[in-house]
RNA sequence: CGGGAGGUAGUUCAGCCCGGUAGAAUACGUGGUUUGGGACCACGGGGUCGCAGGUUCGAAUCCUGUCCUCCCGACCA
């Protein structure tokens, strides 16, 4: 009662804040544009930076940790760089405060000004590359291949609580190539990685792209991206991957030798991901009861609530709970065996409910005389009463059968939401009364692109990977064009 | 950064217009009865009213400034 839920149909942004807030997940800071993670939801990130952070070791990175400070000349070294990011960047101008002499707490030292000003990172291309410079020599260094997981600041005039924080946490890829080649099927091979990361454990499907040069990364070459669709229609760019050409070995000046004794400008790549993809898990699954966790990353896979009826039963009920929980541990399922007695079944239920815990079994007395328990699946609400005989191997299978169901129902709702317009009439009805992506012929030119940004608000997400070849003409300006790319108003 | 709304008990909010002992529900603590979808009874603890100034005999209430949050826009992962 006290923890309702606005439903989605009612205010789908207000829906999101209250189950972030309400499931625990995070809490509005005293920061502007910062929030708190809350252990439910750091759990979360965990989780997600187990899986990926596996996936990074199994394609050859290692880890590495770069300063959070970058000194403002870096940042000017790539012109298209800098154009990027100036614009939301936190500044560090001293180093020292003292006692106000009005007797008004601290104030900052004027005696303590920095001679150069330090830039907090919003990404470490510069002062990673400035520091690639001393670790390269030859063709014998080459692939570098380092991820860091750290923290960055972007100062962003609007926030929401994991979609967009003026500080968050992600995890950066930057790589050293000898060849053009290598460096592209690297970035490629990182948009793979995320997309399966997403699509596998998040139970999020996603489209892989590339970004038009209006939307691609500061400095870069190429942009690939994974982008999923929410429940509201809108779009989210979940990953980005970026083969950076020559640009930061130029601009910071990193050559090797190749074999036949020639300096040589390396090749480059970054890529990341962020707690974005919280917010992103939190709208792609759940419902107006509250979130809706897959198993793969659920901080709790299973809770076990004991339903009493008296205090006979009670010793017996929460023995037999307590075994089926080292049942389920020994399977490697995360279980929780909730014996509060402070609140009651329904209060449990409803609480559970809304974090998003997959499984939940409910054991009374009456289970007890029958050998069986029952069993509710969050996804689907879904009440079975199952036998107590190999309870554990069932409930693993359903964990299992959760995660697939998740991604199905996603991956239909999102199939059933890229559709194809032929015209403009019908490519500003879709937007306005469908959503999802639409799919559609653009003439290719930044200016159509921008027009079609002002009319609509949405943009070109990508121009999916191997994207059929398809004679057309612009949704817009009639001119020709060779192949469809997907459009939709996005976060 | 523009427009709108808001900040009072852990939480949701009333009180503010019209200045005069700070309230409710819920949550929390203790005891008891309970427990198959958000239990009930009794007693109890808890708020310098976002912060800082000002007006006043007196400010949650009026004035000024400032910080933070939400929604809509411009910007962006």
Same mark, same amino acid.
């Given at each position: 009662?006290?923890?309702?839920?606005?439903?989605?149909?009612?205010? !789908?942004?207000?829906?999101?804040?209250?189950?972030?807030?309400?499931?625990?997940?995070?809490?509005? $800071?005293?920061?502007?544009?910062?929030?708190?993670?809350?252990?439910?939801?750091?759990?979360?990130?965990?989780?997600?930076?187990?899986?990926?952070?596996?996936?990074?070791?199994?394609?050859? +990175?290692?880890?590495?940790?770069?300063?959070?400070?970058?000194?403002?000349?870096?940042? $000017?070294?790539?012109?298209?760089?800098?154009?990027?990011?100036?614009?939301?960047?936190?500044?560090?101008?001293?180093?020292?405060?003292?006692?106000?002499?009005?007797?008004?707490?601290?104030?900052?030292?004027?005696?303590?000004?920095?001679?150069?000003?330090?830039?907090?990172?919003?990404?470490?291309?510069?002062?990673?590359?400035?520091?690639?410079?001393?670790?390269?020599?030859?063709?014998?260094?080459?692939?570098?291949?380092?991820?860091?997981?750290?923290?960055?600041?972007?100062?962003?005039?609007?926030?929401?609580?994991?979609?967009?924080?003026?500080?968050?946490?992600?995890?950066?890829? +930057?790589?050293? +190539?000898?060849?053009?080649?290598?460096?592209?099927?690297?970035?490629?091979?990182?948009?793979?990685?995320?997309?399966?990361?997403?699509?596998?454990?998040?139970?999020?499907?996603?489209?892989?792209?590339?970004?038009?040069?209006?939307?691609?990364?500061?400095?870069?070459?190429?942009?690939?991206?994974?982008?999923?669709?929410?429940?509201?229609?809108?779009?989210?760019? *979940?990953?980005?991957?970026?083969?950076?050409?020559?640009?930061?070995?130029?601009?910071?000046?990193?050559?090797?030798?190749?074999?036949?004794?020639?300096?040589?400008?390396?090749?480059?790549?970054?890529?990341?991901? $962020?707690?974005?993809?919280?917010?992103?898990?939190?709208?792609?699954?759940?419902?107006?009861?509250?979130?809706?966790?897959?198993?793969?990353?659920?901080?709790?896979?299973?809770?076990?609530?004991?339903? !009493?009826?008296?205090?006979?039963?009670?010793?017996?009920?929460?023995?037999?709970?307590?075994?089926?929980?080292?049942?389920?541990?020994?399977?490697?399922?995360?279980?929780?065996?909730?014996?509060?007695?402070?609140?009651?079944?329904?209060?449990?239920?409803?609480?559970?409910?809304?974090?998003?815990?997959?499984?939940?079994?409910?054991?009374?007395?009456?289970?007890?005389?029958?050998?069986?328990?029952?069993? *509710?699946?969050?996804?689907?609400?879904?009440?079975?009463?199952?036998?107590?005989?190999?309870?554990?191997?069932?409930?693993?299978?359903?964990?299992?059968?959760?995660?697939?169901?998740?991604?199905?129902?996603?991956?239909? !709702?999102?199939?059933?939401?890229?559709?194809?317009?032929?015209?403009?009439?019908?490519?500003?009805?879709?937007?306005?009364?469908?959503?999802?992506?639409?799919?559609?012929?653009?003439?290719?030119?930044?200016?159509?692109?921008?027009?079609?940004?002002?009319?609509?608000?949405?943009?070109?997400?990508?121009?999916?990977?191997?994207?059929?070849?398809?004679?057309?003409?612009?949704?817009?300006?009639?001119?020709?064009?060779?192949?469809?790319?997907?459009?939709?108003?996005? !976060?």
């Amino acid at each position: 009662m006290s923890k309702e839920i606005t439903s989605r149909a009612q205010d !789908y942004a207000q829906w999101y804040n209250d189950l972030v807030i309400k499931g625990g997940l995070a809490d509005y $800071s005293a920061v502007r544009g910062c929030m708190v993670i809350k252990p439910y939801g750091f759990a979360l990130w965990e989780n997600m930076q187990a899986g990926l952070d596996r996936m990074f070791k199994d394609t050859g +990175h290692v880890n590495a940790y770069f300063p959070l400070f970058i000194p403002k000349s870096f940042l $000017s070294k790539e012109a298209a760089h800098v154009e990027g990011f100036a614009k939301e960047c936190a500044v560090v101008t001293h180093y020292r405060l003292k006692n106000d002499p009005n007797g008004g707490g601290v104030v900052v030292d004027p005696e303590a000004k920095l001679e150069e000003e330090l830039i907090i990172r919003p990404t470490s291309e510069t002062i990673i590359w400035n520091t690639y410079k001393d670790w390269i020599q030859s063709y014998r260094d080459l692939p570098l291949l380092i991820n860091q997981w750290c923290n960055v600041v972007r100062w962003e005039m609007r926030t929401r609580l994991f979609l967009r924080t003026a500080e968050f946490l992600w995890q950066e890829g +930057h790589t050293a +190539h000898s060849t053009k080649e290598e460096a592209v099927a690297e970035a490629e091979k990182m948009l793979d990685v995320y997309a399966t990361f997403v699509e596998e454990f998040m139970a999020v499907p996603v489209i892989r792209g590339i970004k038009t040069i209006s939307e691609r990364f500061a400095g870069a070459e190429d942009t690939y991206c994974i982008e999923a669709l929410m429940q509201d229609g809108k779009a989210l760019q *979940a990953g980005t991957s970026h083969f950076l050409g020559q640009n930061f070995a130029k601009a910071f000046d990193v050559k090797f030798l190749n074999k036949e004794n020639q300096l040589e400008h390396v090749w480059a790549t970054s890529w990341g991901v $962020s707690t974005r993809l919280v917010g992103a898990l939190v709208m792609a699954h759940s419902d107006d009861q509250g979130l809706i966790l897959p198993p793969k990353i659920a901080p709790l896979q299973v809770v076990i609530v004991p339903v !009493y009826k008296g205090d006979e039963k009670k010793a017996e009920i929460n023995a037999k709970a307590k075994e089926i929980m080292n049942q389920l541990k020994n399977l490697g399922v995360r279980v929780k065996f909730d014996d509060n007695d402070n609140n009651r079944p329904g209060w449990k239920f409803a609480e559970y409910e809304m974090k998003g815990v997959p499984v939940r079994l409910a054991l009374g007395a009456r289970d007890m005389e029958k050998n069986v328990i029952e069993v *509710a699946r969050r996804d689907t609400k879904e009440k079975k009463v199952v036998s107590l005989d190999g309870i554990a191997q069932y409930v693993e299978g359903l964990l299992l059968d959760i995660q697939h169901g998740l991604f199905n129902k996603a991956k239909a !709702y999102r199939d059933a939401h890229i559709t194809q317009a032929s015209n403009w009439d019908e490519f500003e009805k879709l937007l306005d009364e469908k959503g999802g992506f639409i799919s559609a012929h653009w003439d290719g030119t930044a200016e159509t692109e921008a027009t079609i940004k002002e009319k609509t608000k949405a943009t070109v997400r990508c121009i999916p990977l191997n994207n059929p070849k398809e004679d057309g003409k612009c949704i817009l300006t009639g001119k020709p064009s060779t192949q469809r790319v997907l459009f939709a108003r996005a !976060y």
